[in-house]
């Protein structure tokens, strides 16, 4: 079994400088080294390098910021990840803003038609071009995927080929009023972090593959926003939010999708290494690490 890294060193989707450091710490922290303890045969060719663009020629499209270089990044993500999967490996891809998953979850679906996404995040980033108040597209990726709102030209290479009744997400609790009615408009599923607290991780997690995965046949992308933490747990990340999942919570969902024999390809977003003192910076970094190894496999027992 092969793993390819996908090092994705990008902020553009959001405001905050720092997060397109987080591949480099992962692979720093020996994410590498730890997969191959695991038995995985590990392809890295290095990390992403993506030239800017400079702000003059690429100037906000209605509020959407940095729009070119994000479409042109997730486009080149998309390539790369798609590629991976076409041949049968695993892309891990490690971020970078959520913008990213535009990218990644565009590869998945070129190569696993069928798939489904889970979606693990304080935010719903399903904000379009009419909805968003920021303008910082990491908070809209899936709304491009699913192909919704005004279509924006920059953006024509992100086909529609996610279906919202193949999408669950698991954590949220920040979610914008557009959005919530988007989620509701298109019977999209999502479990907050109040079914969490009512139903326990377990219960979820089944309930959230039963909606998306009834026969547990389709390949699964889990979509890991680090910020579905608690910020207790994973402090140094651009957008954090109180009351979010705990370790345990966020360790067992990677474990319940790897043990379901189905993930075709994993993302672990927005670890921002500049946002914290660096033990917090370590911490993040290091649950960045684990979380990745047990959506690879890494039991407790
Ligand atoms: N909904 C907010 C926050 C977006 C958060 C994005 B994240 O989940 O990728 O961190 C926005 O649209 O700006
Ligand atoms: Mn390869
Ligand atoms: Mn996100
Ligand atoms: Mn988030």
């Not at 994000?70 to 590629?83: C, D, L």
């Amino acid at each position: 079994l092969t793993a390819s890294i996908v090092g994705c060193p990008f902020s553009g989707g959001q405001p905050r400088p720092g997060v397109d450091q987080g591949p480099i710490h992962l692979v720093e922290a020996g994410l590498i080294e730890q997969l191959s303890g695991l038995g995985w045969k590990v392809q890295f060719d290095g990390h992403h390098q993506f030239e800017e663009i400079n702000a003059a020629a690429d100037p906000p499209i209605g509020k959407l910021k940095n729009p070119r270089l994000v479409s042109r990044v997730s486009e080149a993500v998309a390539k790369a990840v798609g590629g991976h999967a076409k041949k049968g490996e695993l892309p891990v891809t490690l971020g970078g803003d959520h913008s990213l998953a535009m990218g990644t979850i565009s590869g998945t679906l070129e190569a696993y038609p069928e798939a489904c996404v889970v979606w693990i995040d304080a935010h719903a980033d399903i904000n379009t071009v009419e909805t968003t108040d920021s303008g910082n597209i990491h908070g809209m990726p899936v709304s491009f995927l699913l192909g919704i709102g005004s279509a924006v030209p920059e953006f024509s290479w992100v086909k529609p080929l996610l279906k919202s009744e193949r999408i669950v997400y698991i954590g949220l609790r920040d979610v914008d009023a557009g959005e919530k009615r988007i989620l509701k408009e298109n019977n999209i599923k999502a479990f907050s972090m109040h079914e969490v607290d009512k139903y326990g991780i377990g219960k979820v997690v089944e309930m959230a593959l039963d909606h998306v995965n009834p026969k547990r046949d389709r390949p699964i992308h889990l979509s890991f926003d680090v910020d579905a933490l608690d910020p207790s747990v994973a402090p140094s990340t651009g957008t954090p939010v109180r009351g979010g999942l705990t370790f345990r919570e966020g360790h067992f969902i990677c474990e319940e999708i790897w043990s379901s024999g189905l993930l075709v390809a994993l993302d672990l977003m927005e670890v921002n290494p500049s946002l914290a003192d660096a033990a917090s910076v370590q911490q993040t970094v290091a649950i960045g690490c684990s979380l990745v190894r047990s959506a690879l496999g890494e039991t407790l027992l």
